[in-house]
């Protein structure tokens, strides 16, 4: 009688996630596959530390507030890390480096936050996360519990974004909780989700990718309580041409055929 197979890989992701035939599933935290971006500039008055938002699924966030006297409180960035739902964390370098000037740039205090990943936990679990993210900020803007929070946050500017698979997480955070009525308000008023690509080599402040610049009164330091849809969706206003599909190509006839003359016309 033949002894039985050993457990093979199956599916291979970059050699950081394996999954073997019999549903094992093997992580590397060597990301050296990546290509790790670095480039902050020196000299960013930031201080950041970890908080735990979910205790019982051991769930983390990383906190980013600028240094310095402020004239006002902060607006508030929740924002959630790429990697195909499947890899990556808060602290890579990418990731961290670019919330470190996010919150410089902006000026905000960002939230970077984990959720758990694929295959282990498979979809909706990630936006089930992500409802947590805003439940806890929700619960300390009653209980003000979180030092950083009830001295620098305003409320009233809560703004979601992400890049790649974070970039569909704040999709469905905004459309989840960004109106009634399971909207946020109060004490919490989710303004507009940032572009997909603000965190990797330069970062555009407030702007979507292809959309042109996020209009002032959305800005983070812009007055609360205005709802804006997505940009390409919001009609034509004075000044701006609408969005209009494609125009349908005409073919050519291939080279050395005779062009048929129309109805009406002689050859």
């Given at each position: 009688m033949s002894s039985p197979r050993a457990p093979h890989v199956v599916e291979d992701c970059l050699g950081i996630v394996q999954l073997l035939s019999d549903g094992t599933v093997r992580r590397s935290t060597d990301?050296?596959?990546?290509p790790l971006l670095g480039g902050v500039p020196t000299g960013l008055h930031v201080q950041w530390k970890d908080v735990v938002y979910d205790a019982a699924r051991g769930l983390r966030l990383r906190m980013y507030r600028?240094?310095?006297e402020q004239q006002q409180k902060l607006p508030v960035l929740v924002y959630f890390h790429g990697g195909g739902f499947c890899v990556a964390s808060f602290e890579l370098v990418n990731y961290h480096d670019g919330a470190l000037r996010l919150a410089?740039?902006?000026?905000a205090l960002v939230l970077s936050a984990d959720y758990r990943l694929a295959p282990e936990h498979r979809l909706p679990a990630v936006f089930d996360d992500a409802d947590s993210v805003l439940a806890w900020l929700r619960a300390q803007a009653s209980?003000?519990?979180?030092?950083?929070?009830?001295?620098?946050a305003d409320f009233g500017r809560v703004f979601v974004g992400g890049d790649s698979a974070g970039g569909t997480i704040s999709h469905h955070v905004a459309a989840r909780h960004g109106a009634p009525p399971r909207g946020l308000r109060p004490p919490l008023d989710l303004l507009r989700r940032l572009g997909p690509h603000?965190?990797?080599g330069r970062v555009p402040a407030c702007r979507t990718p292809g959309h042109g610049a996020v209009p002032p009164d959305v800005a983070p330091g812009a007055a609360a309580g205005r709802h804006h849809g997505p940009p390409l969706r919001q009609p034509a206003r004075a000044g701006r041409r609408a969005v209009r599909p494609p125009r349908r190509r005409r073919r050519l006839p291939p080279a050395g055929t005779r062009r048929r003359p129309r109805p009406g016309r002689s050859a």
């Open positions: 990301y050296s596959v990546f600028p240094t310095g410089a740039e902006l000026p209980a003000a519990a979180e030092p950083w929070l009830a001295e620098s603000a965190i990797g």
